[in-house]
């Protein structure tokens, strides 16, 4: 399965992460910044373990638990 075209090297090995995407051939990064792009530390989630929960939603792209009652 190819992923996206990467902006670095122009092959389609550009696959997502848990933090954005990276290029498995060149090493090319993009991060997306946690909570919707405005940045910040947000509290450990409970299910994957990183610091991506924001108003009760975990923001991580592979995980999305929410919390509350």
């Known amino acids: ?3 996206k075209k990467c ?3 122009g ?3 550009f696959f997502t992460t848990s933090t954005g995407r990276a290029c498995s051939k060149c090493g090319y ?3 997306v910044p946690a909570n919707a792009g405005k ?5 450990k989630c409970l299910k994957c373990g990183m610091f991506t929960v924001f ?3 975990c923001r991580n ?6 919390y509350g009652k």
Do not use: Y
């Open 1 to 3: 399965m190819a992923g």
């Open 7 to 9: 902006p670095n090297c």
């Open 11 to 13: 092959n389609a090995t």
């Open 29 to 31: 990064k993009m991060t």
């Open 39 to 43: 940045g910040g530390k947000g509290s």
């Open 55 to 57: 108003n009760g939603v």
């Open 61 to 66: 792209p592979k995980c999305g638990a929410k």
